[in-house]
């Protein structure tokens, strides 16, 4: 705005983009390459996950013969909102946006799994809290009389704030920390899959093991694990700088 412009009419510019934050560089991803190649749906696109972060995570949910996703609930302290960025034979259209409530029913969005030709390539964007504890729950219904089965509440406060967890998350110089939406569902899993977590407690119906195999957060826990102790050990064996001026 010139400052003609503002003498004239007596505006002030009062809001400025700030400068990009030194910790996390302006990045930027191809939803369709990350998501070819991924390990598990809900993967975070982009390496931040600080607190106060917007971190978009890439799905892409996929029709076959033997396909089978389930159904469970999210809850979750803070907003998601979901974008479809292609779709076909899915209950979500090319290019929709959805803004979730706190408490979400999650599956497949396919109007038949079983179909080849059906899929869906999403992006879903959680927001890390600012202050304070962030929770997560994950919840699954008896298929029969729509009873809860399971509840899992977790912790999910992101790092650096006072609450974040380095024993279940990482430490604070991991070079990539669990997602803990992704670490939660695995814990969610096997309650979920255990003898009492099948069976209702309501109408007694045992329910079907939950398809965690489709949905890959095991693998992706598993090769965080991995990438965090492989970077560990790249340190340890770097020598020292009394060792690069005292070679023996």
């Not at 960025?85 to 979500?92: D, F, P, T, V």
Request: aromatic letters at 8%; proline letters at 7%.
């Amino acid at each position: 705005m010139t400052e003609n412009v503002v003498e004239q009419t007596g505006l002030r510019e009062t809001r400025q983009i700030p400068a990009p934050d030194p910790d996390r560089e302006p990045l930027k991803a191809n939803v369709f390459e990350a998501m070819a190649k991924a390990a598990s749906q809900l993967t975070p696109l982009f390496p931040y996950d600080h607190a106060g972060s917007i971190v978009p995570c890439g799905a892409v949910l996929i029709g076959g013969p033997d396909n089978t996703y389930g159904h469970f609930f999210h809850w979750n302290a803070v907003n998601e909102v979901a974008i479809t960025y292609g779709s076909n034979q899915a209950m979500l259209a090319t290019g929709q946006i959805m803004a979730t409530q706190h408490l979400h029913g999650v599956n497949s969005f396919l109007r038949d799994e079983k179909n080849p030709e059906a899929y869906a390539v999403m992006v879903i964007t959680q927001h890390q809290s600012e202050e304070g504890d962030q929770t997560e729950a994950l919840i699954a219904r008896c298929t029969n009389c729509k009873e809860e089965l399971v509840r899992y509440d977790y912790d999910a406060t992101p790092f650096p704030l006072p609450g974040y967890d380095t024993a279940r998350h990482g430490e604070a110089d991991a070079p990539i920390r669990q997602f803990p939406t992704t670490l939660g569902s695995i814990e969610f899993v096997h309650r979920r899959n255990s003898e009492e977590g099948r069976t209702c407690s309501s109408c007694g119906h045992v329910n079907d093991p939950f398809p965690a195999d489709i949905w890959g957060w095991a693998r992706t826990v598993t090769q965080t694990h991995a990438v965090t102790r492989a970077h560990r050990a790249l340190r340890e064996a770097a020598p020292t700088q009394h060792e690069q001026e005292n070679p023996s």
